[in-house]
């Protein structure tokens, strides 16, 4: 229980004593810092039910909480803003609480719903590259907060390969590979294939040209440029099942697994399942009847079927075309309801997915609703926008894109410049050393991409994202690398029982204050699919413990108790630090 739940019921129970008012809830905010005080009542939406001076209502109630409520110390009003001092022996009994629990701030899970969260999503035909990096660490760390705010949580992505995108690969692999393979080649699988995949451009660019200057039209050499229609006639054996067709892209897509598989390992995501759309293209369909039936969606005259969203603002949608077949529309809403099938327990899903696809998700939602899908109602887009580098926009048809692996290779070897221009790394081993590297360049990485709210639009500059000052991935590694070193140093036995004893500096008390929001921080975050919430609250707590730090003598402290107690508080924001950062995806070295 938080102070506000604990400051509420005492607050109202003071409004009922006064002036014999039933107030439904109670508004609290954080002290200003310019103000004595702990938390703040605001009285001014008491107005509507107690008429006065607020100032002097604030007064009153202020006066009973000191006389009736033992953790109220004290308290002062500014204007219509009650602040009140809390009891150092709140925060010492909440610490007692706090001491004992390694998981401090995650939730038991609850016996509720499930929760699916799909993320990456990539297609087969190319490495996953600094969008899907983006994308991967919001969904990941979107899932680790539902955990810890107490749901269970299923992982999962679904593999476009298939479609006209990997066949262009296969057909350029025919035409140019020589048999070329991972292993023949020294490249990672995904880099193997996205090589043919450029190598398709660049030969259909060619073809293109070549027939323009014979005289053909731009959009009909665009639409007859030789490699085009065999990568068109390739998809269609593929979808009659030619063996020889299915056998390269089996082969092809096997490539392009592994080497995901490797890259996900590198940035440290996982999934509980994989869902492929070679094996949910045909699903929906059978909905679109029923849909049909129940007018949910209605038939045109050259027998395509649509649903009209016009009344709920949006427009007419295609789920099936004139010839029968499916729109990513079907296949989506198929693919939906094929996961609750699997996962009868899951009664909302999470899509990662780029803001580029908003109107998608909305027409999939409404839809699924239509169809009288009761979880449906919880649904949820996590939209996020673009990430571009300080040189630009990304390409990756003309081989211009930053790949994820080469991004984790640039933060890595960034990491080892910057320590080593520090040279904080004596007495290491080069194991802990390239280990250390890593560690920070992905936190580095991380911490930058997820400290932004994630609709927002991102200019990621990998230098700046490894700075050891200010709002960082390695500022908050160090402290925690500092707390670790302090502890080593302490040998100190933490007696507990002895901390009712303890005057809280005032330093001291505003890192308990912080530590004592950081399970509130996970639900918000959680209920928002923010994982920015925690990443600003690991910040904010580590700005304080530095505060802390540099005023407060922790090893030469002027007495034992006050020593053990400093050095219990260090080693509770250190785990809290911990794991936070695990919510982020994001390690903590011991040392720095």
């Known amino acids: 229980m938080t102070l506000e739940n604990t400051l509420e019921q005492q607050v109202k129970n003071a409004v009922q004593s006064l002036f014999d008012v039933e107030l439904g809830t109670v508004e609290f905010q954080a002290t200003r810092k310019e103000f004595a005080g702990d938390i703040t009542v605001v009285v001014f939406p008491m ?9 002097v209502i604030g007064e009153q109630i202020g006066q009973n909480l000191k006389n009736e409520v033992e953790l109220v110390k004290d308290y002062n009003v500014i204007k219509g803003f009650l602040n009140i001092e809390i009891d150092d022996s709140y925060y010492i009994n909440l610490f007692a609480q706090i001491i004992k629990d390694d998981l401090y701030g995650y939730a038991k899970t609850k016996d509720t719903d499930a929760i699916m969260v799909e993320y990456s999503s990539p297609n087969t035909n190319k490495p996953l590259h600094l969008g899907h ?15 810890a705010s107490g749901k269970t949580v299923y992982k999962t992505q679904i593999v476009n390969d298939r479609g006209i995108h990997i066949c262009k690969s296969m057909v350029a692999w025919q035409r140019y590979g020589a048999g070329e393979t991972p292993t023949s080649s020294g490249l990672k699988g995904d880099k193997l294939v996205g090589k043919y995949y450029v190598a398709y451009d660049k030969a259909y660019k060619e073809e293109v ?13 665009e639409a007859n440029a030789p490699i085009f229609l065999e990568a068109k006639n390739m998809l269609r054996q593929w979808e009659a099942g030619d063996k020889e067709v299915v056998a390269l892209w089996q082969k092809m897509n096997g490539w392009v697994y592994e080497g995901f598989e490797d890259t996900y ?37 050259d027998g395509s079927v649509w649903c009209d969203l016009t009344d709920e603002g949006l427009d007419e949608k295609l789920v099936l075309r004139s010839d029968g077949t499916a729109v ?20 909302g899903m999470v899509y990662t997915v780029g803001n580029e696809q908003d109107y998608h998700f909305k027409v999939l939602f409404l839809i699924l609703q239509k169809l009288g899908f009761n979880w449906a109602q919880n649904l949820y887009h996590l939209s996020y926008g673009m990430v571009d ?14 790949d994820a692996d080469d991004l984790i290779d640039e933060m890595t070897e960034t990491a080892k410049d910057i320590s080593q221009e520090l040279g904080k790394l004596e007495g290491y081993s080069e194991a802990e050393k390239n280990n250390l590297h890593t560690v920070v360049g992905l936190g580095a990485l991380k911490y930058f991409i997820l400290k932004v709210d994630p609709k927002k639009r991102i200019l990621f500059d990998p230098k700046e994202s490894i700075d050891f000052q200010g709002n960082t991935g390695p500022f908050i590694q160090y ?8 502890l080593r140093k302490s040998a100190v036995e933490v007696q507990t029982e002895s901390f009712a004893q303890i005057n809280l500096h005032p330093k001291e008390k505003q890192l308990l204050k912080q530590l004592e929001q950081f399970p509130t921080v996970i639900q918000n975050a959680a209920q928002q699919y923010s994982p920015a919430l925690i990443a600003n609250y690991t910040y904010d707590l580590v700005k304080d413990f530095n505060s802390f730090y540099q005023n407060v003598s922790i090893l030469g402290a002027d007495s034992d108790l006050e020593k053990s107690f400093r050095v219990a508080l260090c080693n509770s924001v250190g785990k809290t630090i911990k794991n936070a950062f695990k919510l982020l995806g994001i390690d903590v070295p011991d040392r720095m």
Not at 133 to 147: F, M, P, Q, T, W
Not at 329 to 344: E, H, N, S, V
Not at 390 to 401: D, I, L
């Open 47 to 55: 107005l509507r039910q107690i008429k006065g001076n607020p100032a």
């Open 133 to 147: 990096v983006r994308n991967v660490l919001l969904g990941y760390s979107v899932a680790e907060i539902l955990k």
């Open 209 to 221: 040209e070549q027939l323009i200057n014979q005289g053909v039209s731009k959009s009909e050499a």
């Open 265 to 301: 390992q590198r940035i440290g995501v996982d999934f509980d399942k994989n869902y492929y759309e070679s094996d949910t293209y045909l699903l929906g369909k059978e909905f679109v009847d029923e849909g049909l039936k129940s007018g949910v969606f209605f038939k045109k005259e």
């Open 328 to 347: 990513y529309m079907t296949q989506d809403i198929g693919t939906a309801i094929q996961r609750i099938k699997d996962f009868p327990d899951v009664g």
């Open 389 to 402: 580098l300080p040189s630009g926009k990304m390409k990756s048809r003309e081989g211009t894109v930053v």
């Open 479 to 486: 402290t925690y690398a500092r707390i670790q070193s302090i």
